[in-house]
């Protein structure tokens, strides 16, 4: 697997006199970017003619991660050849289905099953239900596949978002690009920060992801009384309390709220959360959040030594939180890993992440960092 990047910013391309192939030769190009720099009909036409044997998988962003830096207002595309591992790209549009779990069916569908090792998703960020996408990829692909990737980004606006493959780039979009074979090394951990406080709670009244009733009060209601000084600031310093939903197995599952509704009494979540689950609330900690970002690189290159890629999806949730410092989440994420490993990614709306246990089930997340090192095994690939 060979790996490199290529970033515009300040009205200025880097990077393609520092390509290690001719760039006819590279298959896939990841490129994320800032909504209205993916949108403009010249990015696509320089990366398309310049990487011309490229397939190109496009998300727009709420900020793009590149090496040790948290940026803005760029593009950052990554070129990958394949030397072992066959993939295939299958994406579709929100309008052709009647809801987002359907689309998730449809999707995986696409994909041949028979040796598929691990599957990427690049998802619309506003129109989709991420949740409910999953469930349908799920319900065709099984629980125990390694799967990763993030739902696209609109700065801080989450007005619309933009996903592409070549060159349909759209609001509603879903893309999947499925890898195949055993040769490539795949190794995804998801990481928190947040500490817990106040009791646990049932949800006793919801709709997907709008939460009405928690034990049977007014969800918005007991929400504020939680938030003290910060209630004036509501929506936004909600980014600084999400809702956990506990989980069997330990690791609990958390969910941002979006938006508020008074008149109701209710909250929209970034994901859903069903009746009858236990959740609780949650409190901000900086410093956990940078060391959490540090574990969460310690662990997927202590399974895959010196990756070629490693992949970061990052709420934009944390980015709002940590402010000044979310430089130093960043950098952490290199302390452990070989200067010929390329760091990229992007701030998400949403996050797709492989659990490691109790199986390896996906789930999408929020206010979390997913890293996923990829590597290609050097050798003869597997004729089983």
């Known amino acids: 697997m060979i790996t490199d990047q290529i970033i515009f910013r300040g009205n200025q391309w880097d990077g393609f006199d520092q390509l290690q192939l001719p760039a006819a ?21 320089k990366l398309n003619e310049h990487f011309s044997g490229a397939k190109i998988v496009s998300a727009s962003t709420a900020g793009e991660i590149i090496g040790t830096e948290s940026i803005e207002d760029a593009v950052l595309a990554i070129a990958i050849k394949m030397e072992q591992t066959p993939f295939s790209v299958v994406h579709d549009h929100c309008e052709n289905f009647s809801n987002s779990f359907d689309f998730g069916v449809a999707l995986a569908k696409g994909l041949k099953k028979e040796g598929l090792g691990y599957v990427m998703i690049l998802s619309d960020g506003h129109v989709v239900n991420g949740s409910d996408l999953l469930d349908g990829i799920k319900s065709q692909l099984g629980e125990t596949l390694p799967v990763s990737g ?5 700065g801080n606006l989450f007005s619309s978002t933009l ?17 195949y074979g055993d040769m490539l090394q795949v190794c995804i951990d998801v990481q928190r920060g947040f500490n817990y406080f106040g009791p646990e709670r049932i949800v006793t009244k919801s709709d997907k992801n709008i939460l009405y009733d928690i034990d049977g009060t007014n969800a918005l209601g007991l929400y504020k009384k939680y938030l003290g000084e910060y209630v004036n ?3 936004g310093s909600a980014l ?11 690791e609990p599952l958390v969910r941002t ?3 508020i509704d008074e008149e109701k009494g209710s909250m929209v979540f970034a994901g859903n959360i069903p009746e009858g689950v236990s959740i609780r609330f949650m409190r901000s900690n900086l410093d956990q959040l940078i060391d959490r970002a540090e574990d969460a690189s310690n662990k997927v290159t202590a399974c895959v030594e010196e990756p070629d890629l490693m992949l ?16 130093e989440e960043i950098e952490v994420l290199s302390k452990s890993l070989s200067p010929k490993t390329i760091v990229a ?4 709306y949403g996050e797709f992440s492989s659990w490691e246990k109790p199986e390896k089930t996906c789930d999408l997340h929020n206010q979390t960092i997913v890293v996923t090192a990829l590597k290609e095994r050097i050798g003869v690939a597997s004729t089983d």
């Open 257 to 259: 709220i979006l938006s």
């Open 150 to 154: 993030g739902m696209a980004g609109d």
């Open 240 to 250: 600084l309390f999400p809702v956990a939903i506990l989980n069997d197995n330990g």
């Open 25 to 45: 030769e590279y298959q896939l190009l990841l490129v994320f970017a800032e909504k209205s720099l993916l949108g403009d009909p010249l990015v696509y036409k």
């Open 163 to 179: 996903v592409g493959v070549d060159n349909d780039i759209r609001s509603g979009n879903v893309a999947l690009i499925g890898f």
């Open 312 to 327: 970061v999806m990052n709420c934009v949730g944390r980015k709002s939180i940590l402010g000044q410092r979310k430089a």
């Open 233 to 235: 600031d509501l929506p």
């Open 345 to 348: 990614g992007f701030y998400t």
